[in-house]
């Protein structure tokens, strides 16, 4: 059962960068990993990814071009750096694996089994 703990979150102004990370308590190699965000009163959403194994890396339209996901070489930390923040980035900003899971759920809170505790970012116009 893989742990995740994020890190990196924070204030900061429109136009600003944040790099945030997710350490996993084991290679995420075998997993789906994936950054989801979650506004007040709004539900859980899905802001970039890796497929099992790592092959492919996916982006919400939202994200695209501003954020990218990437991580170190042992594979047991993912960072997202966000670029060009904008305040509709306000979040608390999660990291999600699953071992099981498909492409084509990939961008579903409800098929990852593992979970961080988050970490809030805050963007100021």
């Known amino acids: 059962q893989v742990q995740l703990v994020e890190s990196g979150g924070g204030l900061v102004q429109a136009g600003g960068s944040l790099r945030l990370s997710c350490v996993a308590s084991?290679?995420?190699?075998?997993?789906?990993v994936a950054w989801f965000r979650q506004a007040p009163g709004k539900e859980r959403e899905y802001v970039a990814g890796?497929?099992?194994?790592?092959?492919?890396?996916y982006y919400a339209d939202s994200v695209k071009g501003r954020f990218t996901i990437s991580r170190d070489n042992g594979k047991t930390t993912v960072y997202l750096q966000m670029n060009g923040l904008k305040p509709e980035d306000t979040a608390v900003y999660y990291c999600?694996?699953?071992?099981?899971?498909?492409?084509?759920?990939?961008?579903?809170?409800?098929?990852?089994?593992?979970w961080g505790q988050g970490t809030p970012v805050t963007v100021s116009s």
């Open positions: 999600a694996a699953d071992s099981r899971i498909i492409t084509s759920s990939l961008r579903f809170a409800r098929h990852y089994d593992y």
């Open positions: 084991e290679s995420t190699s075998r997993y789906a």
């Open positions: 890796y497929s099992r194994g790592g092959g492919s890396t």
